[in-house]
Each structure stands twice: as structure tokens, then as C-alpha cells.
């Protein structure tokens, strides 16, 4: 079915209330596990109505922040959705404590089990205003970002159309982009705090309300941390300060001696060659094009895949106003469609989103007729794993977007995935100290995230600059939307790196292996995945020096 052809019908949710109800009552009634396990196959059913109608209008409101009928129906969900998931909890809190467990769990797997139990230790009916409150606030923070409108050398440009500017190898231009981008946060800053400041009280009451001491422990229950908890991370964010900063800053050093600099200013980051970074040298209509030719000429079953997504009208990719900003896949598991959503700007991150967006959607595409939804998707540091490992295996075709541009793009692509790692690391951290302060004010927060640039980005310089004044946090969506999610990032670029490392030695057996951990879906834990597809646990003693010794044996 092709995305035009969906049609939009806005779930009765007292009807499905009480399907949820009745589902439970015959699941508790059940003389036997096949009886339950026919309640589960209903549940299954019940679950993708509500998903994939839950999902396009996502998608809808994403593409049009403006649009007032998707606008409405986005708050539908945000207010309904925590009385959907009450339900679905009591039917699964009927599987758990069934008589036929384990009958169920060899059908179903254990791991099925494993996250339904970690997914009630992250509900209670008592939070579902605190819930509903909650999504209305990132609905609310998606919009402001999305309302941005700047006036940029004579163009009329959104956040995301402004990032061309923050490349430029003309220092002025980035610097005076950067402070175009200052001035909107500026302006709303008041707005991002108090957004900022209500989620962080909402959050720290639903934890309280639960029994927990903060909203940490609410936080991983709630990302579905299955095999590591907070302490290991805490140990993995040391080690990429001691084993990965080093590496990085040799990568910094080289940069700013390569466009003439004495040290980089922030404004300086993103640009990594004088001449300017590599771009596509296609036009936006060109880019889904290029990206068939690429996946038909990887393997077959890519191949399969991308001609699924092109002729089913499954990206949305050019940035436009009132379209909110940065990039996603989401899953329409009633049509079994994956859906790309982008903003091309004419930049490699164009490029990345035929990669990284696509490694979801390849991964939802292999996994589209898994009967048990819940498996089909990986945790999310495991989904990362097929994303970021993607952009890597894609190396060889950098030659169709780059000409003989690419090996600069590949460069610049590997020198940018290894220096994300300590940034990946503060924007983790600084939730911590967060959500373990509750008390903090604005104020104290940004003061806390300028501590962590000076741990995790020493290599840059801010001299008072407004993002230097600890407001940067403010722009990275992920903080305000997905709490702890972005230690996933990093979790997964280090399993990525290693796929990297060993595709230049056997690409074959690499993407082999590649292929083989994207098929398990979320049949197995993220440790259990990457370890069995031949990586190394990135919780590992000395598996960062590894990686840092491989990507400087490649770059210097």
C-alpha cells in the first residue's frame, strides 16, 4: 500500500477500552495456554490498530506542524494514549501471572516476558495526568522548535535549512549563523525553560508516585534496559573520556590546523575541511534515486527493500516551513510499511538519512512479518546498531553522492561518528545530574551543562558566546523528548565502529553478520545481539582502546 493511499481513522477509544477489558477477562478465564495464546494474537491485532493509526498521525503533525486537523489529533493521542497503555498493562499483567506461563513463554519467548516485566515497573495508573501533561509539553516544545523562522542572508530559513550555513567554510558566515540560531533561543528562552522545568517536575512526581528516589530508575524502566543499568553506563562514559577523548582531540587538533585555526571556536565544529565539507552533488530530487541505484548494488535484499520504500511513497525528506526539524523512522505495522521523515538541506546529512534512516527502516522492512509486534523492533540501542552500522557499510557508494569527493566524506563521516562519542556521553550525563537534582533551577541546569563542555569538549571555545552560557541543551530535542535515550547513540556507534573495522578486512562476512543480527529484531537483548553477531560488548574493558586504535590507524 502506498502512504497516500492510508486512509485516517481516528480509534474509538472507549471501544478499544473495552476490547482491552473484555481481552483480559477471557485471558484470566482461560482453561489453558492456548487459549491465552489466542488472546495474544486478538492483543496483537488490537496493539497495530492503535500503533499504525498512532504513528501517521505522527508523521502528519510532524510534516505540518500547522495543520489543525493533525495538530487535534496529535493531542488525541498525547491525552489517550496513557488510558490505552493502562489496559494493555492489565491484559499483560493476566500473561504474567498466569498459571501457563511457561507453556507461554516457550511459545512467545522469554524475553517477551523479561520486557513486560520491566514495562509495569514503568506504569501506574496514578501517573496517567502526569502522563498526558507530559506529552502535551513535547508536543508544545516540537512546535516552538518548528516555528522558527530567520532571516539569513537573504533567505527565509528554518532551523534545519539554517544548518548549511554552520558549515560554511567562510568563518564569518558560520559564525554569524550560529548567532541567527542564538537569537531564536534567545528570544524563546524563558519558553524552553519553563517546558524544560515542567517535564523535569512531571518526571521527578511520576518516579515519587512510583516508589522510586528519582526519575532515573522511572527513566531506564522506561527505555526498557534489560541487560545494564546505570551504573555500567556510568563506567562506559569514563572510559570514552579516558580512551576516546584522546583520539578525538588528535581529530579536533588536525582540524583546526587544516583550516588555519589556532583552536576551534564552536562555531567551528561542524566545518572540517577550508574548502568547505563534502556535499551531494545532486538535487533533492535526485538524492532517492541515487539511493536505489546504491541499495541495488549492495545486495539483493536491500535492493528489495529500497524499491519497497520508493514505490510505496514512504520518505518525506525535503524541509519546508512549519515541518518540524531533525530526522526519524517510525513503522506503520498494520501495512507493514516503515516511513522515513527528514529534512534534506543540502548537506551530507542528506546522505545520512538514505543511510542511518534507512538501516531503521531496513531492519522494520526484514522484520515486517514477525507475528509478535513487541519483538519485531529491537531495544533501542540495538536499533541504533542497525542505523549508524548502515552509514558504514554504505562506504563504498559515497562515490554516487561525492564524485571524487567521497574519500573526504568518509573521512569526515568517520572523524565525526568517533568525536560524537564524548558529546553523546555529556548529553547522558547531564541528564543524570538532572534528573538526580530535581531541585536545580534554569539557571543551575545550564551551569551544570557548561561544566560537562569543559569535561567532554574541551577542544572547543565559546568566550561568552549564548551557547557558551550552557544553553546548547536547549537545541538537542532528544533531552527534552526521550529522556536518557542518547547513551543509545553511543552504545551503538561503538558496536558500528567495529563492524566498520571489520567490513575492511571481510566485508562480506561483516555485512553477513550484519544481516543476521537485523533479522533477530528484538528477539534477544542488545548485549546478547551484538556479542552474538561477533562484536565486542561495548561495556568491555578495552573495548574503546580498540576502537580508538583502529580509527587512528585509518585517519592519521
Same mark, same amino acid.
Given at each position: 500500500?502506498?502512504?497516500? $493511499?492510508?486512509?485516517?481513522?481516528?480509534?474509538?477509544?472507549?471501544?478499544?477500552? =473495552?476490547?482491552?477489558?473484555?481481552? /483480559?477477562?477471557? =485471558?484470566?478465564?482461560?482453561?489453558?495456554?492456548k487459549e491465552?495464546l489466542?488472546c495474544?494474537?486478538? @492483543?496483537?491485532? %488490537?496493539?497495530?490498530?492503535?500503533?499504525?493509526? !498512532?504513528?501517521?498521525?505522527?508523521?502528519r +503533525?510532524?510534516?505540518?506542524?500547522?495543520?489543525?486537523?493533525?495538530?487535534?489529533?496529535?493531542?488525541?493521542?498525547?491525552?489517550?494514549?496513557? &488510558?490505552f497503555?493502562?489496559?494493555? #498493562?492489565?491484559?499483560?499483567?493476566?500473561?504474567?501471572?498466569?498459571?501457563?506461563?511457561?507453556?507461554?513463554e516457550?511459545?512467545l519467548?522469554?524475553?517477551?516476558?523479561?520486557?513486560?516485566?520491566?514495562?509495569?515497573?514503568?506504569?501506574?495508573?496514578?501517573?496517567?495526568? %502526569?502522563?498526558?501533561?507530559?506529552?502535551?509539553?513535547?508536543?508544545?516544545?516540537?512546535?516552538?522548535?518548528?516555528s522558527?523562522?530567520?532571516?539569513?542572508d537573504?533567505?527565509?530559513?528554518?532551523?534545519? #535549512? &539554517?544548518?548549511?550555513?554552520?558549515?560554511?567554510?567562510?568563518?564569518d558566515?558560520?559564525?554569524?549563523?550560529?548567532?541567527?540560531?542564538?537569537?531564536?533561543?534567545?528570544?524563546?528562552?524563558?519558553e524552553?525553560?519553563?517546558?524544560?522545568?515542567?517535564?523535569?517536575?512531571?518526571?521527578?512526581? !511520576?518516579?515519587?508516585?512510583m516508589?522510586?528516589?528519582?526519575?532515573?530508575?522511572?527513566?531506564y524502566?522506561?527505555?526498557?534496559?534489560?541487560?545494564?543499568?546505570?551504573?555500567?553506563?556510568?563506567?562506559?562514559?569514563?572510559?570514552?573520556?579516558?580512551?576516546? %577523548?584522546?583520539?578525538?582531540?588528535?581529530?579536533?587538533?588536525?582540524q583546526?590546523?587544516?583550516?588555519?585555526?589556532?583552536?576551534?571556536?564552536?562555531?567551528?565544529?561542524?566545518?572540517?575541511?577550508? $574548502?568547505?565539507?563534502?556535499?551531494?552533488?545532486?538535487?533533492?530530487?535526485?538524492?532517492?534515486?541515487?539511493?536505489r541505484?546504491?541499495?541495488?548494488?549492495?545486495?539483493?535484499?536491500?535492493?528489495?527493500?529500497?524499491?519497497? !520504500?520508493?514505490?510505496?511513497?514512504?520518505?518525506d525528506?525535503?524541509?519546508?516551513?512549519?515541518?518540524?526539524?531533525?530526522?526519524?523512522?517510525?513503522?506503520?505495522?498494520?501495512?507493514? &510499511?516503515?516511513?522515513?521523515?527528514?529534512?534534506?538541506?543540502?548537506?551530507?546529512?542528506?546522505?545520512?538519512?538514505?543511510?542511518?534512516?534507512?538501516?531503521?527502516?531496513? #531492519?522494520?522492512?526484514?522484520?515486517?512479518?514477525m507475528?509478535?509486534?513487541?519483538?519485531?523492533?529491537?531495544?533501542?540501542?540495538?536499533?541504533?546498531? @542497525?542505523?549508524?552500522?548502515?552509514?558504514?557499510?554504505?562506504?563504498?557508494?559515497?562515490?554516487?553522492?561525492?564524485?571524487?569527493?567521497?574519500?573526504?566524506?568518509?573521512?569526515?563521516?568517520?572523524s565525526?561518528?568517533?568525536?560524537?562519542?564524548?558529546?553523546?556521553?555529556?548529553?547522558?550525563?547531564?541528564? +543524570?545530574?538532572?534528573?538526580?537534582?530535581?531541585? &536545580?533551577?534554569?539557571?543551575?541546569?545550564?551551569?551544570?551543562?557548561?561544566?560537562?563542555?569543559?569535561?567532554?569538549?574541551?577542544?572547543?571555545?565559546?568566550?561568552?558566546?549564548?551557547?557558551?552560557?550552557?544553553?546548547?541543551?536547549?537545541?538537542?530535542? +532528544?533531552?527534552?523528548?526521550?529522556?536518557?535515550?542518547?547513551?543509545d547513540?553511543?552504545?551503538?556507534q561503538?558496536?558500528?565502529? #567495529?563492524?566498520?573495522?571489520? /567490513?575492511?578486512?571481510?566485508?562480506? /562476512?561483516?555485512?553477513? =553478520?550484519?544481516?543476521?543480527l537485523?533479522?533477530?529484531?528484538?528477539?534477544?537483548?542488545?548485549?546478547?545481539?551484538?556479542?552474538?553477531?561477533?562484536?565486542?560488548?561495548?561495556?568491555?574493558?578495552?573495548?574503546?582502546?580498540?576502537?580508538?586504535?583502529?580509527?587512528?590507524?585509518? %585517519?592519521?
Open positions: 500500500m502506498k502512504f497516500s $493511499e492510508i486512509q485516517y481513522e481516528r480509534p474509538d477509544i472507549k471501544a478499544v477500552i =473495552a476490547r482491552y477489558e473484555t481481552l /483480559a477477562e477471557k =485471558a484470566g478465564a482461560a482453561k489453558n495456554a491465552q489466542d495474544v494474537d486478538e @492483543h496483537e491485532r %488490537l496493539l497495530s490498530e492503535v500503533a499504525t493509526m !498512532m504513528s501517521y498521525v505522527y508523521i +503533525h510532524s510534516v505540518d506542524t500547522r495543520d489543525p486537523f493533525f495538530e487535534k489529533e496529535q493531542e488525541f493521542f498525547d491525552e489517550n494514549y496513557p &488510558l497503555e493502562e489496559k494493555r #498493562q492489565e491484559f499483560c499483567t493476566v500473561l504474567l501471572d498466569s498459571p501457563f506461563r511457561p507453556e507461554l516457550k511459545a519467548g522469554r524475553l517477551f516476558f523479561v520486557n513486560m516485566e520491566i514495562a509495569k515497573k514503568a506504569f501506574s495508573p496514578a501517573n496517567i495526568p %502526569l502522563m498526558q501533561e507530559e506529552a502535551k509539553l513535547v508536543t508544545e516544545y516540537s512546535k516552538l522548535l518548528a522558527a523562522s530567520l532571516e539569513f537573504g533567505e527565509t530559513v528554518n532551523l534545519t #535549512q &539554517l544548518h548549511k550555513f554552520e558549515e560554511s567554510p567562510n568563518r558566515t558560520r559564525r554569524r549563523a550560529y548567532a541567527a540560531e542564538a537569537s531564536f533561543f534567545k528570544a524563546n528562552e524563558a524552553f525553560d519553563r517546558i524544560f522545568d515542567e517535564l523535569v517536575r512531571i518526571r521527578n512526581s !511520576m518516579a515519587k508516585n516508589g522510586y528516589q528519582n526519575f532515573v530508575t522511572l527513566g524502566y522506561a527505555m526498557n534496559r534489560n541487560c545494564y543499568d546505570a551504573s555500567m553506563v556510568a563506567v562506559y562514559r569514563e572510559q570514552v573520556v579516558k580512551d576516546i %577523548l584522546p583520539t578525538v582531540m588528535k581529530i579536533k587538533e588536525k583546526a590546523e587544516r583550516n588555519g585555526l589556532s583552536g576551534l571556536m564552536f562555531y567551528d565544529n561542524a566545518c572540517f575541511y577550508p $574548502e568547505g565539507n563534502p556535499k551531494p552533488r545532486a538535487s533533492f530530487d535526485e538524492m532517492l534515486g541515487l539511493g541505484k546504491m541499495y541495488h548494488e549492495m545486495s539483493a535484499e536491500t535492493g528489495e527493500f529500497i524499491d519497497y !520504500m520508493i514505490d510505496n511513497e514512504l520518505f525528506s525535503i524541509a519546508k516551513a512549519g515541518k518540524q526539524p531533525g530526522g526519524y523512522c517510525t513503522y506503520l505495522p498494520e501495512f507493514k &510499511l516503515p516511513y522515513i521523515f527528514a529534512n534534506f538541506n543540502g548537506t551530507s546529512a542528506d546522505v545520512d538519512v538514505l543511510t542511518h534512516e534507512a538501516g531503521h527502516a531496513y #531492519q522494520a522492512y526484514r522484520a515486517r512479518n507475528k509478535i509486534l513487541e519483538l519485531s523492533q529491537a531495544t533501542l540501542e540495538a536499533c541504533e546498531v @542497525h542505523s549508524m552500522s548502515m552509514e558504514f557499510f554504505c562506504y563504498p557508494f559515497m562515490n554516487l553522492f561525492y564524485g571524487d569527493d567521497a574519500d573526504r566524506a568518509r573521512e569526515a563521516h568517520l565525526d561518528a568517533v568525536s560524537f562519542l564524548p558529546y553523546g556521553c555529556m548529553v547522558d550525563e547531564f541528564q +543524570h545530574v538532572v534528573y538526580e537534582h530535581p531541585e &536545580l533551577t534554569p539557571n543551575e541546569r545550564k551551569a551544570e551543562w557548561a561544566k560537562l563542555e569543559d569535561k567532554y569538549r574541551p577542544f572547543l571555545r565559546f568566550k561568552g558566546d549564548f551557547f557558551g552560557e550552557g544553553m546548547w541543551f536547549m537545541r538537542q530535542s +532528544h533531552i527534552y523528548k526521550n529522556p536518557f535515550y542518547y547513551i547513540y553511543c552504545l551503538a561503538t558496536s558500528a565502529l #567495529q563492524f566498520w573495522a571489520w /567490513a575492511q578486512k571481510d566485508r562480506k /562476512a561483516a555485512f553477513t =553478520a550484519y544481516n543476521a537485523v533479522e533477530k529484531a528484538g528477539t534477544e537483548t542488545f548485549l546478547d545481539l551484538v556479542t552474538g553477531a561477533g562484536l565486542k560488548n561495548p561495556f568491555t574493558p578495552g573495548c574503546l582502546v580498540d576502537v580508538a586504535k583502529e580509527t587512528e590507524k585509518q %585517519l592519521f
